[in-house]
């Protein structure tokens, strides 16, 4: 088939890589502007785009999606089918351009984790599962007909990061078999049931802090679920303090938030018992590992 991907993070490079390995032709890659991606001020190309660019393929770079010039140049292209991983809501002009339709890569197990972070979701509120699914986009947000769907486990000190390079390799995976059974029309097609729907919005700064009057797992979850990127943070003496790894800890009789320095280990009160944080962060200082920390540092006092 002739193929449109459209995406723009490196969630998408593994799908990009297999379709363009596989028999079908990718006519275009369509991703973002380039933007400023560090503290330098030249501008630099989405992951897709660059590695669009590594393989040789026609890129189209494009800010406004409901623009007639951005139609106009897909509607050239003649595809069988978009395929969307990791991209922004299609209009639907654009929706209505490819002959078969347009399918998308959702990292979660639809109708559950409906949204635009839904790895993250899933960790912080402790899931033991999650998935991949491919599905027909619509013009609402992930709520099309389901093609394929499978499943991976979450273990219970994985972060976010950690599952989202497994659901990467494995969404590719179960995305081009979805667009092989497409071209065979060896397919069926499953109606989401929005009475389960979950919602997995984007998270913003105020999300990641970390109240510790919470049960262990629950503040543990939360961490790992933030980690790497965005974040979880509490303040340490008026400064921030990032975590990024933790599990649960042995028993100690402390307050909720405060610390405690324990057979080599840094331990925080929750209102159950305690977590261990194994990487952390203090400001003006790179991120390190707990137990290297501790060998040239003390550290006292309360996480509010």
């Not at 799908?15 to 032709?25: D, V």
């Not at 197990?109 to 491919?134: F, Q």
């Not at 989401?192 to 919470?214: E, G, M, W, Y």
Request: overall charge negative.
């Amino acid at each position: 088939m002739n193929i449109v991907f459209m995406g723009s993070p490196d969630f998408a490079i593994p799908s990009l890589e297999a379709i363009h390995h596989s028999s079908h032709t990718i006519k275009a890659v369509v991703s973002n502007i380039d933007k400023r991606r560090g503290r330098g001020s030249e501008t630099a190309p989405t992951p897709v785009k660059a590695k669009a660019l590594e393989l040789g393929l026609s890129v189209i770079e494009v800010e406004d999606l409901k623009s007639d010039e951005f139609s106009s140049q897909l509607k050239l292209l003649e595809a069988d089918l978009f395929v969307v991983v990791a991209f922004r809501i299609l209009p639907k002009k654009v929706l209505e351009i490819p002959t078969i339709g347009s399918v998308n890569l959702h990292a979660s197990l639809l109708p559950k984790y409906r949204g635009a972070a839904p790895i993250h979701w899933a960790v912080m509120n402790g899931e033991d599962k999650t998935g991949c699914t491919i599905f027909f986009l619509d013009e609402k947000m992930d709520t099309g007909k389901i093609i394929l769907q499978e499943e991976i486990q979450i273990d219970d000190n994985e972060t976010t990061g950690d599952v989202y390079t497994r659901l990467m390799i494995k969404g590719s995976q179960v995305l081009l078999n979805a667009i092989n059974q497409i071209e065979e029309n060896s397919y069926s097609t499953i109606e989401q049931d929005d009475s389960l729907a979950t919602p997995a919005p984007k998270i913003f700064r105020d999300d990641c802090h970390v109240n510790f009057n919470k049960p262990a797992k629950e503040v543990h979850n939360k961490i790992r679920g933030l980690s790497p990127f965005p974040t979880a943070w509490a303040t340490l003496n008026g400064e921030k303090f990032n975590m990024y790894k933790s599990k649960l800890g042995v028993f100690a009789n402390i307050d909720p938030g405060e610390l405690l320095v324990k057979d080599g280990k840094l331990l925080v009160g929750c209102v159950d018992g305690t977590i261990e944080l194994l990487e952390i962060q203090l400001p003006g200082k790179r991120k390190m590992q707990t137990e290297i920390f501790l060998k040239g540092n003390s550290i006292e006092g309360t996480l509010k």
